[in-house]
């Protein structure tokens, strides 16, 4: 359904760190790069991208799922995470309040946005 997600970040060579380090843990890389705009996907196809803030005023939070391929690279994007310095909003676990097997791990990204990453198959 969706093609691309963007966000505007404050700083964005302090998020490019950020994104560069937790994506490689579940197979995300970057794809692209205009100046101060960073495009990160799988095979080449940019999916995600940052930028720097350019319109409207304050903060609102944004949440953002990425998907993991096993539980493992949640656990490894988590460690990645508190490595780039992330606060750690849910440590990995399951969450069967939304179903049996699904299992994330949330932190806070530079700019304060909630971001995940979830792996929905069983072990």
Same mark, same amino acid.
């Given at each position: 359904?969706?093609?691309?997600?963007?966000?505007?970040?404050? !700083?964005? *060579?302090?998020?490019?760190? +950020?994104? /560069?380090?937790?994506?490689?843990?579940?197979?995300?890389?970057?794809?692209? /790069? +205009?100046?101060? $705009?960073?495009?990160?996907?799988?095979?080449?196809?940019?999916?995600?991208?940052?930028?720097? %803030?350019?319109?409207?005023?304050?903060?609102? #939070?944004?949440?953002?799922? +990425?998907?993991?391929?096993?539980?493992?690279?949640? /656990?490894?994007?988590?460690?990645? *995470? $508190?490595?780039?310095?992330?606060?750690?909003?849910?440590?990995?676990?399951?969450?069967?309040? =939304?179903? /049996?097997? =699904? =299992?994330? $791990?949330? $932190?806070?990204? &530079? !700019?304060? @946005? @909630?971001? #995940? *990453?979830?792996?929905? %198959? &069983?072990?």
């Amino acid at each position: 359904m969706l093609d691309h997600v963007s966000i505007q970040c404050a !700083d964005t *060579a302090a998020s490019a760190a +950020f994104y /560069d380090a937790v994506l490689l843990t579940v197979g995300g890389t970057r794809v692209m /790069d +205009f100046g101060q $705009v960073v495009g990160y996907g799988v095979g080449g196809q940019p999916s995600f991208w940052i930028g720097p %803030r350019t319109t409207g005023e304050g903060f609102r #939070e944004a949440h953002l799922a +990425f998907a993991a391929p096993d539980r493992a690279a949640v /656990d490894a994007f988590h460690r990645a *995470a $508190v490595s780039a310095g992330a606060e750690v909003l849910h440590a990995p676990r399951l969450w069967p309040e =939304y179903h /049996d097997a =699904y =299992y994330g $791990v949330f $932190v806070r990204d &530079p !700019d304060g @946005n @909630n971001i #995940e *990453a979830v792996c929905h %198959r &069983p072990e």
